[in-house]
T-cell receptor, first 116, second 111 residues
Framework: GAVVSQHPSWVICKSGTSVKIECRSLDFQATTMFWYRQFPKQSLMLMATSNEGSKATYEQGVEKDKFLINHASLTLSTLTVTSAHPEDSSFYIC????????????FGDGTRLSIL | GENVEQHPSTLSVQEGDSAVIKCTYSDSASNYFPWYKQELGKRPQLIIDIRSNVGEKKDQRIAVTLNKTAKHFSLHITETQPEDSAVYFCAASIRRTDMRFGAGTRLTVKP
């Protein structure tokens, strides 16, 4: 159980393109989803917390107009990197959690984004 | 907010030896401490977790200890195998809020 599906797994696109990444909880309802960015050989950096039916909470330093997050249902959250540039190239990974105290986060497989 | 520190950043052990990774946290209200294993290019996988009402938890070759007073917790891997080689992350969570991750430890088990 607790499977999180993330698509696409790999994206290569030109500078200026907007890219949408989907995160789905397949067998549970996730009231909260999280979006992380991970640079090579570094830790997971929390970008934002996505709550179903409300606006996402962004971490300090993360541009909310650059990284649009939508959590329209209990099983789907999307991250859109708008007008992507080479510096946005990274590994983006989502996680989802059931809203009960002390529950672990379950991660998607991640999306490797390369902006040319 | 919560701050999690993890040591060491890299750890190399001989197959069969034990490996210990340590983390400290800053917020005494944190009550949930998971450990994740991430292999290269893959998702972090939960390997063990502990809640603040427990001091130790063991699952086969993996154990986690928690010292609430000192605000630190540790991952112990015994009889290490080459397939244990990966990056390990600790994390701390307060109730229903988000988790804060440590910087990670790259474990290499030499055959």
């Amino acid at each position: 159980g607790a499977v999180v599906s993330q698509h696409p797994s790999w994206v290569i696109c030109k500078s200026g393109t907007s890219v949408k990444i989907e995160c789905r909880s397949l067998d549970f309802q996730a009231t909260t989803m999280f979006w992380y960015r991970q640079f090579p050989k570094q830790s997971l950096m929390l970008m934002a917390t996505s709550n179903e039916g409300s606006k996402a909470t962004y971490e300090q330093g993360v541009e909310k107009d650059k990284f649009l997050i939508n959590h329209a249902s209990l099983t789907l959250s999307t991250l859109t990197v708008t007008s992507a540039h080479p510096e946005d190239s990274s590994f983006y990974i989502c996680s989802a959690r059931v809203a009960r105290e002390g529950q672990p986060q379950h991660f998607g497989d991640g999306t490797r984004l390369s902006i040319l | 907010g919560e701050n999690v520190e993890q040591h060491p950043s890299t750890l190399s052990v001989q197959e069969g030896d034990s490996a210990v990774i340590k983390c400290t946290y800053s917020d005494s209200a944190s009550n949930y401490f998971p450990w994740y294993k991430q292999e290269l290019g893959k998702r972090p996988q939960l390997i063990i977790d502990i809640r603040s009402n427990v001091g130790e938890k063991k699952d086969q070759r993996i154990a986690v200890t928690l010292n609430k007073t000192a605000k630190h917790f540790s991952l112990h891997i015994t009889e290490t195998q080459p397939e244990d080689s990966a990056v390990y992350f600790c994390a701390a969570s307060i109730r229903r809020t988000d988790m804060r991750f440590g910087a990670g430890t790259r474990l290499t088990v030499k055959p």
